[in-house]
């Protein structure tokens, strides 16, 4: 494991936390809560061009999670600073929820993904596709708990048995809210891991903020069945303030949260 990825992932959370207050956007809590998650996965994930213009791997994350995506992006070199000093401006790209980003002749965001249950329907297809055509190279899908209630997600998940999609990796943000409450109140998917084995997917279980759990569940390997991670976080993770509370699913970031919010990050 990298010895430095807690200290990437503050840093992540140090930056987005500054984009949203400048763009005055929101999901604080849900970028928060999958830092961790990104700061590995966007380290170990393979970005080499292919022949059509696309990624060796691809990476598909929730939408609301732009900040996040361009933050990483960045650190990697894949796209500019300007997405961060920029992120919600009008006229730029650089959109709060994620839209196809071309950069470089590079499809670094393959997919406008905005709403809930779009996301792991593109990753199947990128898998499918890559399998269809002999590639090598894995397809990655970061999706909240919010979409287990999505029936496009279930759909999904079974088209992906059947056609043995072992090129797949699904990660779920399991923080437990989502935009109206907790999720066990909207509708209650538990048992989740039990549900995901039942259709056909092998399933492990971590701790989403635990950066060795994290690399290790990433470099498991799979015969014939695709891989679902169910990542258990702690929405807001990283200031108290935000710890598990919905308000700031939504509710941007004042001047005075940004400077105690910076101030806790920083010690």
């Known amino acids: 494991m990298k010895e430095n990825y807690a200290q990437l992932a503050t840093e992540l959370r140090r930056t987005v936390l500054s984009m949203t207050f400048r763009a005055q956007s929101s999901h604080i809590g849900s970028n ?11 380290d170990i994930a393979d970005f080499t061009p292919t022949s059509d213009g696309m990624t060796k791997d691809v990476v598909v994350v929730k939408s609301w999670n732009a900040a996040n995506v361009y933050a990483c992006l960045v650190r990697r070199g894949l796209l500019p600073q300007e997405a ?43 898998a499918l596709a ?23 997600t279930w759909e999904s998940l079974a088209i992906a048995k059947h056609h043995k999609l072992d090129n797949l990796v699904l990660i779920v943000d399991r923080n437990s809210l989502q935009a109206m409450g907790e999720t066990k109140d909207i509708l209650d998917m538990e048992p989740v891991d039990k549900k995901l084995e039942a259709f056909g997917w092998d399933v492990h ?14 470099a498991r390997k799979t015969f014939g069945i695709p891989l679902a991670i169910i990542a258990r976080t702690t929405k807001g993770k990283g200031v108290r303030r935000f710890e598990n509370d919905n308000l700031w699913h939504y509710s941007h970031v004042s001047q005075e949260v940004l400077e105690e919010a910076l101030k806790e990050l920083n010690t």
Do not use: Q
Not at 32 to 42: G, I, K, M, P, Q
Not at 136 to 145: A, M, T, W
């Open 32 to 42: 928060f809560s999958s830092a961790d998650l990104l700061t590995v996965l966007y």
């Open 84 to 126: 961060i000093d920029r992120y919600g401006e009008e006229g730029t790209p650089w959109t709060t929820i994620l839209e196809p980003i071309t950069y470089n002749g590079l499809k670094i965001i393959p997919a406008a993904t905005g709403a809930m249950g779009y996301h792991l329907p593109f990753a199947v297809g990128f």
């Open 130 to 152: 890559k399998k269809i055509k002999k590639e090598e190279g894995k397809v990655y899908c970061l999706i909240s708990d919010g979409e287990l209630n999505i029936g496009s």
């Open 205 to 218: 279980e971590i701790d989403g903020h635990n950066h060795s759990e994290i690399e290790s569940a990433l």
